[in-house]
């Protein structure tokens, strides 16, 4: 099993970015999907879940209405689009499967906030 992670970068305070987790050597569309952030010091947290056929999901509060979570299971791909972001967003987001007692995580990627 493998998730890849892409999408991260350095973008000023405000402004947008779009992570994509990209999925192998699972079956996409039975997993629930997560994503999870890790700043500096701090512990790991979840930031937003989409259910195995996307028809559920649920946001942080820090996070909610300015990201959004989304999947394609034809593509084996989940997404998180990120906008007005804050300094406090910067971290390194992982994307998460979950199946009963199977869970993976990909490698992250970083996200910083900052002008």
């Known amino acids: 099993v493998q998730l890849v992670e892409s999408g991260g970068g350095l973008v000023q305070p405000g402004g947008s970015l779009r992570l994509s987790c990209a999925a192998s050597?699972?079956?996409?569309?039975?997993?629930?999907m997560n994503w999870y952030r890790q700043a500096p010091g701090k512990e790991r947290e979840l930031v937003a879940t989409?259910?195995?056929?996307?028809?559920?999901?649920s946001y942080a509060d820090s996070v909610n209405g300015r990201f959004t979570i989304s999947r394609d299971n034809s593509k084996n791909t989940m997404s998180l689009q990120m906008n007005s972001l804050k300094p406090e967003d910067t971290a390194v987001y992982y994307c998460?499967?979950?199946?009963?007692?199977?869970?993976?995580w990909g490698q992250g990627t970083q996200v910083t906030v900052s002008s």
């Open positions: 989409i259910s195995s056929a996307g028809g559920s999901t």
């Open positions: 998460n499967a979950v199946r009963f007692d199977a869970i993976h």
């Open positions: 050597g699972l079956t996409f569309s039975r997993y629930g």
